[in-house]
């Protein structure tokens, strides 16, 4: 579904991606995996079109890299962004609204109702402003807002970051049930348990370039190998 | 005339600036609010809706009433034209960079006067207004003999003075409810809070862009149009009306539209008070220095950072 061959890619002179290639498959996670400014979250942006790229970007055969950047999560591609980055000045109906308005023009009354199943505690809060909601409710909108689009690649960038506890379990719940649903996830996480507990697929990059990839087979006795790639 | 009479009537004329300049500045809010970019042109689009207004009526020749709704209808359209396609051909082109897009429009500036000077010339050229009745307003006073109730002289305006007033609101209020209702209001809105997080979610970030640019033109242009009945069309008329704009959008807050607004009134009411009672040099004398105590004192303005 998601092929991804000698991508390069940077901000101005600096080259960030130094020829990377991953893949990722509906019903599966993919963990993305590599130290601090190893390029992961230039990798995502490079798939949204949001920094200047060089190679292929393919999604079920269609460039993403040949594509205007607005197009592109229009082709099925939701983006859950490092830090969130809500609409922080939009209420959480009209950040949903955002990401009902990139996807198919059917059915969104449905889908928005879904959101607000899966993620009750933002039907409370649907007039508040986003910026004023706490770091978990925050990052439930964030997710929400992307998976109304109707995505077939899910893209989540540090999800669980500064998260308390009970909201990271919500949130991994909520990565499970999209892959059981058959959707692509492309997950960018740091913990070692949580990647070992969810990941179908391991790749870890270094400086820009693809370090080593495991399956989910590898895994469980890859532990060691894993916390010496990451320095952890 | 007694003081209130006349303080009514001071009034009455800055509630006139108030409403041009809330309009004027409004657009000037809306271009920095979501492209970050300080439009120093945007006096000569205030300038060019005077100019096109003057043009339509002279060509068009029909009369009053119907000359003055096809500028008001032409002039707001071509003036964002223009504007829009400054936008593509020159903003574009500097990828929105905030200080390169000062000194380009800078640049936008000279141009828009020159060519003015070029075809339409130097004269300052006069729109009849649609209709201006004299007015004459009513005062209440207490006297000896109770409550009086009497037309003191000199203590009027005209029809389209009030008009202007009522389009003046009636068109902000229709900008404020298509920012907030709209699909479109919230696609700007979205893009003003976050460029990149919009693109991702299937926002056409240099589109939107242009229609904003267009769009704050075409908001100075109608100002320009509800101006010229009063002030006669002139290609340097952009200048104090930019300064003007200028000045309340830094004592409302940069990009924040209420804000805009309040300080709009504020200004026009005291430009037209102490006009009256002053000097117009007094007048641009403390509004200045309104913006210099609002700069030092408090630079996100007086509604910056809390109401948007
Ligand atoms: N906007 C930017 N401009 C310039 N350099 C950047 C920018 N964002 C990230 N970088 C640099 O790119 C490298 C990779 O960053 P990033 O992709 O955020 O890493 P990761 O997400 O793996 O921690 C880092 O060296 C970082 O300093
Ligand atoms: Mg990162």
Known sequence: ?232 | MDFGPYLMLAMLEGAVLAAVLALMASGLSLVFGVMRVVNVAHGEFYMLGAVVAWAVTTLLGAGPVLNFVAALIVAPLVVGAMAAAADMVILKRLNYDPERTIVATIGLLYILQQLTLMTYGADARPVVAPFNERIALPWVEWGDKGLSFYFPWGLSTTSYKLFVIAAAVVLIAALKLFMAKTRAGLIMRATQGDREMATAFGVPVERVYALVFGGGAALAALAGVLIVPIQQAHYLMGGDALLLSFIVVIIGGLGSLSGTIVAAILIGLSDGIISVFFTPTLAKMIATLAVALVLVFRPQGLFGGTSR
Not at chain 1, 64 to 86: E, K, N, S, T, W
């Open chain 1, 1 to 232: 579904m998601l092929k991804i061959e000698g991508l390069r890619a940077g901000y101005g002179a600096a080259e960030v991606l130094r020829g990377v290639s991953l893949s990722a498959e509906p019903g599966e996670i993919t963990v993305l995996m590599g130290r601090n400014g190893a390029g992961k979250t230039t990798l995502m942006k490079a798939i949204m079109g949001l920094v200047k790229t060089s190679g292929r970007i393919e999604l079920d055969g269609t460039d993403l890299a040949a594509l205007p950047p607005h197009q592109v999560p229009r082709q099925g591609v939701g983006y859950v962004p490092q830090g969130r980055r809500l609409f922080a000045e939009l209420s959480v109906a009209e950040n949903l609204e955002m990401g009902l308005g990139a996807g198919p023009a059917q059915g969104r009354a449905a889908t928005r109702e879904e959101m607000l199943e899966l993620f009750p505690r933002l039907r409370e809060r649907l007039h508040q402003r986003a910026g004023t909601l706490s770091g978990g409710e925050q990052q439930m909108l964030a997710t929400a807002r992307a998976l109304c689009l109707k995505p077939k690649l899910l893209l989540l960038d540090e999800p669980t970051e500064g998260l308390q506890p009970s909201m990271i379990g919500a949130i991994r719940q909520v990565m499970v049930t999209m892959r059981d649903r058959g959707l692509a996830v492309l997950l960018v996480e740091q913990r070692i348990e949580a990647v070992l507990e969810l990941a179908d697929r391991v790749s870890v990059i270094e400086m820009g370039r693809n370090a080593e990839d495991f399956s989910r087979a590898a895994l469980s006795g890859a532990e060691g190998r894993l916390r010496a790639r990451l320095g952890v």
